[in-house]
Structure formats: C-alpha cells, structure tokens
C-alpha cells in the first residue's frame, strides 16, 4: 500500500488480522470509515505552513528536576543480598530458565 493510497475494508481486514482482532462485517465498515476520516484530518493538516515552528518534544515547556549527584557510601554488600534466595560470591545466584 502506498503512502497515499486510501484506507480500504481489506486493508482493515488485513490490520485487524496482524492484530488478532476479530471483527464482524459491521465493525470493519466502521473501522474502514473512521480511518478514511483520521487519514483525511492528517492530510488537512500537511495544508497548514509549519516552517517557522521551532520543534518541540512536549507541548508546553517541562522542565527536569533532578537532585544533586553527590558521591555516597554504598550499602553493605552484607545487607544488600541478605535476602536473596542465594549468593554466589558477592552476587545473587538465580535459577537457571535457558538450557
């Protein structure tokens, strides 16, 4: 399928069978139109002129709030594994799950 190439009931059929979805005759009709109408809103959208819009990740501006990165001590290696089901050397021991 094309990049401009409209959005018919096999295409949906065919997207909903990717998916798993299954889908009466009925919902693929409503699918196969709402799709048409989101891809009609999308090419309206290429219409609008976008070249002095600086890019943006977020709508509005967020910004990071993170604390200092000051050095600290490290928890005892003791008390670090002193729950778990068992230690191999300085490190956990997991059971084995790929042959």
Known sequence: MSK????DRAAV???AKLARLTVSDAE????TRDMQSILAYVKKLDELDVA?????SHAVHLETLLRPDEPRPCM???K?????PERIGDGFGV????E
Do not use: G
């Open 52 to 56: 002095k819009v600086p890019a943006t």
């Open 4 to 7: 401009e190439a409209p959005i």
């Open 80 to 84: 670090v594994i002193a729950n778990s």
């Open 76 to 78: 005892p290696l003791e």
């Open 95 to 98: 059971p084995k799950i790929i």
């Open 13 to 15: 059929l065919h997207v």
């Open 28 to 31: 693929a009709d409503a699918l």
